[in-house]
């Protein structure tokens, strides 16, 4: 299969490479395995030989850096760290339901995924090129040209300076221990932890430390929140709300959207993220539609960085069933009920409650 | 009026005394004056005289401190900043009507405000007491017993120690350029902004740093959101989610709810606030339940430690109209929609949609 990916994955388009798994399988395991992880990229996969890549680290900083991958891993402190990336748009299916959404995949829940991430952390490297304190924003840079930006460009983004300088901001080459596949950004990618995808940057190149968010068209255009009475095509740098922090957000894994049951007791799993630098508080489930509400169990070290899975089991009468998930963040925030009320142009950050339609006879 | 309030205050409690302004008052300015302001207390405002009042910082420090007022005031720097506060049980009214909430005030939108705080920072403080880093929280006392704890003790509550060493953390001893009133804490109080109102502790006399949470009732049993079907009364310390950083929430300050109005443009206006470190994006105002939205335009200046205040006009239509009105956060994450879906025990944290009823003639 393309990418090393399963079979079953669900492919959103073939060039640039996108898709996700289907939901059982994001269920398996609180590592996923690296032939069920999403694929979100922009352009094709650029071919780059390890041994010519170098990163440069250039801006507001003392010393400029020029690193080899040998330099990046023997100058600096390797660190593993868990954590899980969710794209943007995940869950967008939900609010091209609502109304249509032209020229955006419809990604459904499986946009997300967690590995233990091995590199080097980006305050590290920021502190050896003698980083400016007082510059606000760190941006990326990668060779991968994307035909969706609007001049052509290579893809870039950037997060703010406080961010960059947290501990769990890591430069990675390996991914659940294995070297980073190509399709995931090798040989080196940020990872950025409960911030959107698109912040965690494959196929890393550059990093400039600056005052002001990066001006590429993935940070200034695009990755932002419209009003829904907006015209994404008319849509300029700088509009809308732009995207950095995940909102909190979960979802029902098992059983399968439309599946046929037995009526009775049913295993209900799922996942939940806080995003940001929150934690999953709790996971409501409920068979009828947010009247009555079971807690779930959360399965997995509590963290900021990695969702959690969690199950229940609850008693589905004989007929159709809704089931509702829906998560409480370390605010007691919860999540809003309805994809109708976060419909947006472009499809992003859909957090509304969770819902699938199972029959149970 | 007692405590140097307006006359219009809605009194929920005279002893300990408890009350919030009307909607409009808190619409007249950014800052709210101090006759206006929301008081949340759980005992009788003690005497404090201030030549006799001393701070004491101990726990996990190097140095010990015992500070006078003077003392405080001379060896650190003044500092002012904006912030807002906000009580947990903020817009409990609106949960109150879902399903009743013995024993709480049911506190309408206006247990929220903002002033201007003069102090010193409580990080500055802590790294002159040689505060260890390794500890997790910070906690404060002061002298206030409340009947309400159980058993009886002085008012206490913590927050996380990387929260404690920001430099928004005061503890200050004026509001508005004016002396800190008694019923707002004199002579010093913590300000914790983004934080439920309860951490920012008022008639401070003791700060702890320890590994752990406090222990006092008010952090370890109330304020806390727990499950809707809990038992309040037979909940006990850790139950439930613990309040700290607020989630966002937004209200309609005028019009005043029930009020009847001409048919036509009428001017709405409210408060938003994003809690937490997070900056208000948008306000959403309608006029027909949700179903189209007015963009409202935001006063002030932006910033994770103060409300916005918004207006906008809308065109109203003879009859009965509910307003509506709700906020993003710059995570791009929106208020959930019906306070009967957060409803809670002890009636915490209602940041559903605001919801107002007109009658235009």
């Known amino acids: 299969m393309a990418w090393g990916k399963r079979a079953d994955v669900i492919v959103h388009e073939r060039e640039p490479f996108n898709a996700e798994p289907p939901r ?25 030989d390890p041994a010519g890549w170098r990163l440069r680290v250039g801006g507001r900083v003392a010393r400029p850096l020029e690193l080899s991958l040998a330099e990046l891993r023997g100058r600096f402190t390797a660190h593993e760290l868990v954590a899980t990336l969710q794209c943007a748009g995940n869950r967008r299916a939900g609010l091209a339901q609502v109304r249509d959404i032209p020229g955006e995949a419809p990604w459904g829940p499986g946009a997300t ?7 080097v952390r980006l305050a590290d490297v920021l502190a050896a090129a003698g980083a400016d304190p007082d510059a606000g924003h760190v941006a990326f840079e990668a060779p ?10 290579r893809f870039g983004g950037s997060i703010p300076a406080a961010k960059a300088r947290g501990g769990e901001v890591l430069l990675a080459w390996a991914m659940n221990d294995e070297p980073l596949p190509a399709v995931h950004g090798a040989p080196v990618r940020a990872v950025v932890p409960g ?28 990755y932002r929140l419209l009003p829904p009475e907006a015209d994404p095509a008319a849509a300029g740098p700088g509009d809308g709300i732009s995207l950095g922090p995940l909102a909190l957000n979960s979802d029902i894994l098992l059983p399968d959207d439309g599946a046929r049951l037995r009526a009775g007791p049913a295993t209900v799993r799922g996942y939940a993220l806080a995003g940001d630098d929150r934690e999953v508080a709790r996971v409501d489930v409920s068979a009828d539609g947010g009247r009555t509400w079971t807690q779930a169990e959360l399965d997995g070290p509590p963290g900021p960085w990695t969702w959690r899975l969690w199950r229940t089991s609850l008693d589905l009468p004989p007929g159709p069933v809704t089931l509702t998930a829906r998560a409480w963040d370390s605010t007691a925030a919860a999540q809003p009920e309805h994809a ?12 509304a409650w969770a819902r699938i339609h199972v029959t149970s006879v």
Chains 1, 2 share one sequence.
């Open 144 to 153: 991968d040209v994307s035909r969706i930006a609007s001049p052509p460009q």
């Open 113 to 119: 995924a967690t590995a233990s991430w091995t590199g």
């Open 195 to 222: 911030y959107i995808g698109a912040r965690s940057v494959k196929w890393l190149d550059r990093i400039t430390v600056q005052d002001h968010p990066s001006d590429n068209f993935f940070q200034a255009t695009s």
């Open 340 to 351: 109708a009320h976060l419909w947006n142009p472009k499809g992003y950050a859909n957090n």
């Open 24 to 48: 059982a399988a994001l269920a398996a395991a609180h590592r996923t395995p690296l032939d069920t992880w999403y694929v979100r990229n922009h352009g094709p996969v650029p071919g780059i």
